[in-house]
């Protein structure tokens, strides 16, 4: 089955980096994925890892290692609005659906 | 990106009643749907997954009779939840793939609130 760990919660000043890590084990490796979701809303696609290294794209970088069954999301140059969950995910076993970690809460402050 | 639309966006109803939710991709052939929920402060736990035309798969635990899926168009998928209970409030989330990537669109997500 699919197993998916994330730190609970995060906080972190404006303008500061932190990095938001998160552990799988998974029968069928097809890729990870990371989304942010704030109180209420839907989650938003990040990023898609599916082969190893570092993927930048903005503020927003998500590194992957597969032999470690290991992900981080960097989020650069903190703004207040980035407080929310981001959610790390896998595919089921069938390879057709996502799971979803429990997610890390970050909240920002000035 | 593509959009993924839910209605209603929240609902309230009554113990014993059914409620249907409709999720419809807008701009796209949604050859999969998914079906989540969340309770306050917790991830999403995926419920079924629908294909257009055949029976929805129903993850384990989650009862097939009480929330039925019906995904008849290639846009629009549909859950009822059967006979509500209280213990059904919750916000459900929509989300569809067409057929040439793995990124799933989600919808905007349905409150329920059961009375």
């Known amino acids: 089955g699919q197993n998916i760990d994330q730190p609970t919660e995060m906080t972190a000043t404006e303008g500061a980096i932190v990095q938001i890590n998160c552990t799988y084990q998974t029968s069928g490796f097809n890729g990870l994925f990371w989304y942010q979701q704030h109180a209420g809303e839907a989650p938003t696609f990040l990023s898609y890892n599916v082969l190893d290294g570092l993927e930048e794209k903005g503020r927003f970088s998500s590194f992957l290692s597969r032999s470690k069954g290991y992900s981080y999301l960097l989020l650069k140059e903190l703004q207040m609005k980035d407080s929310a969950s981001y959610l790390c995910a896998v595919f089921n076993q069938a390879g057709t659906a996502l799971i979803f970690g429990k997610g890390t809460t970050l909240s920002v402050s000035s | 990106g593509a959009v993924v639309s839910q209605h209603p966006s929240w609902v309230i109803c009554k113990s014993g009643t059914s409620v249907k939710i409709e999720c419809r991709s807008l701009d796209f052939q949604a050859t999969t749907m998914f079906w989540y929920r969340q309770f306050p402060k917790q991830s999403l736990m995926l419920m079924a997954t629908?294909?257009?035309?055949?029976?929805?798969?129903?993850e384990q635990g989650v009862e097939k009779d009480k929330f039925l899926i019906n995904h008849a168009s290639l846009t629009l998928s549909t859950l009822t939840v059967t006979s509500a209970h209280p213990e059904d409030s919750s916000f459900y989330i929509c989300?569809?793939?067409?057929?040439?990537?793995?990124?799933?669109?989600f919808g905007p997500g349905t409150r329920l609130t059961v009375t």
């Open positions: 629908s294909n257009e035309g055949s029976k929805a798969t129903y």
């Open positions: 989300s569809a793939r067409g057929d040439r990537e793995a990124e799933q669109y």
